[in-house]
């Protein structure tokens, strides 16, 4: 029998904890919105708020949506609020050992039936599922960023994963109005195998001196017709998820043609992480964004 998704539970309140969040509750889904950090829980929940204004502005939804939208989450810092759950969405930091930390914690707190699937970007479903006590009911359940814009999500299926359990999430992940890709379980599945390794190579690009950081976004924004620039991009993702999709990939394909940009690599020792933290390839603190090379 194929278990109705009916609570929602999501562990990281981040930029993309609080979108997955956004949308189950605009979908009709209770939400549960857990994250260790208090400080990133108010800023989540801002963050929604502000994102539901949006969409009102764009005249996608009305104000009674966004006022019911809120009443559906319930933003907190206690573990055991995701009891109930029937599927947990796991949205912490493309770090293996936090995942695994998280997993640890959450397992002893979920009821036997609830569905664990993870948003990670690139870590291999089989072995992060296996960090858990059900690995027939974990799967990669892989939104796109901003979430509530991105209609694609990527299922992923590790070597244990139930069908029951994927199609659970095929019915949920379409009733909340996206469309389903289906990926194997490889390093960074489709999107992100194809799109880092352009950033990474933007990123070269900046630092062999080809172009600056406003050539080279102008160049694939005008050349290429994508909408935005691949360091703009790479901003937006966050650059320490974009350095730990490339050492994923690195590591997991074992081809030299995926070695982090050591540009990149300094950025994020830097603590300039992108929009997250006001500065990446773009200074965000004034009033418009200033290329930082
Ligand atoms: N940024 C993107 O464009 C993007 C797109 C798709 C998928 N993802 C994936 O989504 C996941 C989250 O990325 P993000 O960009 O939202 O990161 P983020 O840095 O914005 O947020 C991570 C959140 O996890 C919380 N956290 C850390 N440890 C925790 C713990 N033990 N328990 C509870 N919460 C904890 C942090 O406090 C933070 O709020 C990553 O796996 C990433 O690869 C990111």
Redesign the pocket.
Known sequence: MVLEIKKVGV?????????IAHVCALGGFHVVL????QE??E??MESVQANLNRQIGKGKISEEDRDRALTFIHPTGN?NDLSDADLVV??????EQ??R??YS?LCPVLKPEAILG??????SITRLASATDRPERFLGV????PVPVMELVELVRGIATEDETFEACRVFTEKLGKTVAVSEDFPAFMV?RILLPMINEAIYTLYEGVGSVEAIDTAMRLGANHPMGPLQLAD???L??CL??MQVLYEGLADTKYRPCPLLVKYVEAGW?GR?TQRGFYDYRGEVPVPTR
């Open positions: 562990v990281g309140a981040g930029q993309m904890g609080n979108g857990y994250d260790v950090s990133q829980i800023a989540g573990i796991e949205a912490v930091n493309e770090n936090v995942k930390k998280v914690a993870t948003n990670t970007s690139s870590i892989h939104f796109m960023n992100n937006f993702i966050g320490d998820t730990s999709i992480l997250k």
